[in-house]
């Protein structure tokens, strides 16, 4: 664990291609929804309005973030699977937090998609060949080139990140 309330779980490390680590990381995609619902489970109104740190996104703001960005990331994946390098929509995830929705809509329906969302996506990744996995995308903000398997690392560690601001402000304030 980091002592940097931004990131709990440490930054994001790519890792070389393994079976283990491809398990591993399908399973922490298949089981997301059910950690981040477990992270909110039993929070009031009060509680899913807090911030995770000072400055940082509400817990409801997490949640709502971690469905908007896991959309994108199931679009980048189908569309490295389908196209030759295919350059990426960037989008303004903090312009995106502080949309009208994530206000409006309880976190159920957040937690609704992910669990849809996630079927469809480790049912795309699962067999995916070793070729498969080094399949690039473009992320233009970046100016690079990101295989499939990093995007799969990423993915599975950005879930874990949010979970783990959820379950650290639960810890400090002994929610």
Not at 125 to 146: A, F, N, Y
């Amino acid at each position: 664990m980091s002592s940097d309330p931004r990131y709990p779980i440490g930054q994001y490390e790519p890792q070389p291609f393994s079976e283990k680590q491809k398990k591993e990381w399908l399973l922490d995609l298949r089981f997301l929804p059910e950690e981040l619902e477990r992270s909110i489970l039993n929070l009031d109104s009060a509680q899913l309005q807090t911030p995770y740190r000072e400055g940082g996104w509400t817990v409801q703001q997490v949640v709502h973030h971690v469905a908007d960005s896991h959309i994108n990331a199931y679009t980048r994946f189908k569309l490295g699977l389908t196209e030759d390098k295919p350059v990426i929509k960037p989008y303004e995830e903090k312009e995106w937090a502080l949309l009208p929705d994530n206000d409006s809509i309880p976190v159920n329906v957040s937690l609704t998609l992910l669990y849809a969302l996630h079927q469809r996506l480790v049912a795309t990744l699962q067999d995916l060949t070793g070729e498969q996995w080094q399949r690039s995308i473009v992320h233009p903000e970046h100016g690079k080139e990101m295989t499939l398997w990093h995007l799969l690392g990423m993915y599975a560690w950005h879930g874990r990140h949010h979970t783990a601001h959820i379950t650290s402000l639960r810890e400090q304030r002994g929610w």
